[in-house]
């Protein structure tokens, strides 16, 4: 079946705008996360949804980033006034169930900021 | 902090040749480690994902070994294959929330 798909696969964008990224995740799966991933480092959490549970927030890097998940399945990406240190690949996962399931990730969204 | 340490940073290995990588990590209380496969623009894919009381399991060439009395954890590829190319993590799970810690990954090469 599809896999997690992500959209654009790569996004150049101008320092000060604001970028939204797209993560269609697996059908069925209640469980939706975003990663960002710098160039030498691991995976970084950024944000967690679960069903219709308040998003696990924590890993947001500062409140220029923001993410919704629109009737439980896709879910976007915001990141507003871009800096250049926000370039990375932003990976998305799913999975069947809440946290300790196995995760489904996709292609990822590169994002250069110049 | 739960961390997880990777090494090498990078290998590169003739094809058919043998090679391992390391994992040592921090997190605690332990849930579960996994080796994820990640191609040059692709998303990690699992490799093998092992329990506090497993010491072993191998999915095809991959070989993963734990020891969760020291925290280690190896990942053994056998007769690798131009296809190996990729970079492999390290991820570890907690039991108190079970967010995942990554470590930043080796880098494999296989030549020819």
């Known amino acids: 079946g599809a896999g997690v798909s992500q959209s654009p696969s790569n996004k150049v964008t101008e320092k000060g705008k604001d970028v939204e990224l797209r993560c269609d995740p697996i059908s069925g799966h209640t469980a939706l996360y975003w990663y960002r991933q710098s160039l030498g480092q691991g995976l970084e959490f950024l944000i967690y949804?679960?069903?219709?549970?308040?998003?696990?927030k924590s890993g947001l890097p500062s409140d220029r980033f923001s993410a919704e998940r629109t009737g439980g399945s896709v879910s976007t990406l915001t990141i507003q006034r871009t800096q250049q240190e926000d370039s990375a690949v932003y990976l998305c996962a799913s999975s069947h169930g809440s946290r300790g399931y196995e995760q489904y990730f996709g292609p990822g969204t590169r994002l250069t900021v110049t | 902090k739960n961390q997880v340490e990777q090494s090498p940073q990078s290998l590169i290995i003739l094809e058919g040749k043998n090679c391992t990588l390391q994992?040592?990590?921090?997190?605690?209380?332990?849930?579960?480690l996994r080796w994820y496969k990640q191609d040059t623009g692709r998303g990690p894919v699992s490799l093998t994902i092992?329990?506090?009381?497993?010491n072993t399991k191998s999915n095809g060439r991959y070989t993963a070994t734990l020891d969760a009395d020291t925290k280690q954890s190896s990942l053994h590829i056998t007769a690798s294959q131009l296809s190996d190319s990729a970079s492999y993590i390290c991820v570890v799970s907690s039991t108190n929330d079970y967010k995942l810690s990554f470590g930043a990954g080796t880098t494999v090469t296989v030549r020819a």
């Open positions: 994992c040592n990590y921090t997190v605690s209380p332990f849930s579960n």
């Open positions: 092992m329990t506090f009381s497993e």
């Open positions: 949804f679960q069903g219709n549970s308040a998003p696990d």
